[in-house]
């Protein structure tokens, strides 16, 4: 993994919903530089603490963009090459990498190839996961391996930094490793990462030669364990996370463009906190699903238009926004600076100590006098958490380090004594 990516933080933005794009191809009317809005919002990522832009897709498509027909085309929805020139140069000069999001296991039914290049089952083309719009590239094809080789190639050349290849865990794993080492020895510095839901993680990255792939099993136990107010839960899954360290380091979010948000998911607003703290003080590639960071709601639903809700249009600047998101994008703010202040945490190692249903202390570690302590606590009444000398991460905390209000959370630094199991249980 290139030693950039190790400081990485997205902010994670789907540009058809962000721009308030038609929902088909056929009603563009033309080009339209929908693209060029982003411009406005650069700044604002900046200052929330992001290093970069991680872009959902951009291509020429038919619809949402995951049924691409042209790769080496931005979509006329968003605008043309100089528009994606004008955002990547303007991304630089506020030190914001851009990574692309590459639609690589399957294609819309307009896709301008071969008849040979898809596969075939018993009742014709193959789709992908019963879209019928959705049809499987054949990836032993050589043609297809060059195909896809020559799109990474050319957006990285046109600055891109990386990409995130979407549906990753349906595309044989053997297909990256043919594709990828040509595309490395001309962009040695560019970064591959992969959606997978399930399975072997650190099996599909070891095949792929990827360098990173989701954490969706961490995500779910986020917000799981908050509402089931069951942190052995969510130390159950920080055993797991902490096992895939030994081989990479997986792409951590609390929300994205395929689920419902978070402000959504949780059955109780108090602990939207907890969740944030998880995600930036323990090991991997955090991003924030833009909006997240302002409370915003949405369902995800099982039918058409039911992505409609968690892809939203944003006002043109961020003026426009509602005061309301103001203290969440506060709060996104301070933990993300926690996060840059301690760039160790990328590779931390984490235990989860003293634990109970609703209470916990997540210890996370780096090398020599690098450690950080995140207290929850889900329960109704405050709880003291049995700590050395300690004190809070954050200037504007008072009191006792290690007493933790009813439904709060707190993050301490410089632990002087271990983090002890007395009285609970512990995992290691």
């Known amino acids: ?149 020559g799109v990474l190639d050319h957006w990285l050349g046109r600055g891109a930094s990386g990409w995130r290849l979407d549906a990753a865990y349906a595309v044989p794993a053997w297909f990256w490793r043919k594709v990828l ?56 899954a920080l055993d797991r996370h902490d096992q895939l360290l030994d081989t990479f380091v997986p792409l951590t979010f609390v929300g994205n463009h395929d689920v419902t948000r978070l402000a959504t998911r949780l059955d109780d607003p108090r602990h939207l906190g907890h969740a944030l703290a998880v995600l930036f003080t323990v090991a991997g590639l955090p991003s924030v699903y833009y909006g997240d960071e302002q409370a915003f709601q949405g369902l995800k639903e099982e039918r058409a238009g039911g992505d409609d809700a968690i892809r939203p249009a944003f006002p043109a600047e961020p003026g426009g926004l509602a005061p309301s998101g103001t203290e969440t994008y506060r709060l996104h703010q301070r933990l993300i600076g926690f996060r840059r202040r301690h760039p160790w945490l990328h590779r931390a190692r984490t235990t989860a100590e003293q634990l109970t249903n609703t209470t916990v202390a997540l210890r996370s570690r780096g090398g020599p006098g690098e450690e950080v302590v995140t207290l929850l606590n889900l329960g109704d009444q405050p709880h003291r958490f049995h700590l050395g000398e300690a004190r809070p991460a954050f200037q504007d905390d008072r009191g006792d380090p290690a007493e933790v209000p009813a439904h709060g959370w707190r993050i301490v630094t410089q632990i002087t004594k271990e983090v002890g199991n007395k009285g609970s249980q512990g995992i290691r």
């Open 181 to 236: 080492p040509e595309v490395r020895e001309r962009h040695p510095e560019a970064w591959f990462g992969g959606e997978v839901i399930h399975g072997d993680y650190a099996g599909y990255v070891r095949e792929s030669g990827l360098d990173s792939v989701t954490q969706y099993e961490l995500w779910k136990a986020i917000w799981s364990s908050l509402n089931d107010r069951n942190l052995f839960e969510l130390a159950w």
């Open 1 to 149: 993994m290139p030693s950039w990516a190790e400081h990485a933080i997205w902010w994670h933005v789907y540009p058809l919903g962000f721009t308030g794009a038609p929902a088909t191809a056929g009603d563009a009317g033309g080009v339209r530089h929908r693209l060029r809005r982003l411009e406005s919002w650069l700044d604002y990522a900046v200052e929330l603490g992001c290093s970069g832009l991680q872009l959902g897709p951009i291509f020429a498509a038919e619809s949402h963009g995951y049924d691409t027909v042209d790769h080496l085309r931005i979509d006329p929805r968003l605008g043309d090459d100089r528009d994606f020139d004008a955002l990547v140069a303007k991304a630089r000069e506020r030190g914001l990498r851009i990574v692309l999001d590459g639609v690589f296991n399957h294609v819309g039914r307009s896709f301008a190839a071969g008849d040979g290049w898809f596969k075939r089952g018993p009742g014709g083309y193959e789709v992908f996961e019963g879209h019928h719009g959705l049809v499987t590239l054949d990836h032993a094809l050589p043609a297809v391996q060059r195909y896809v080789a």
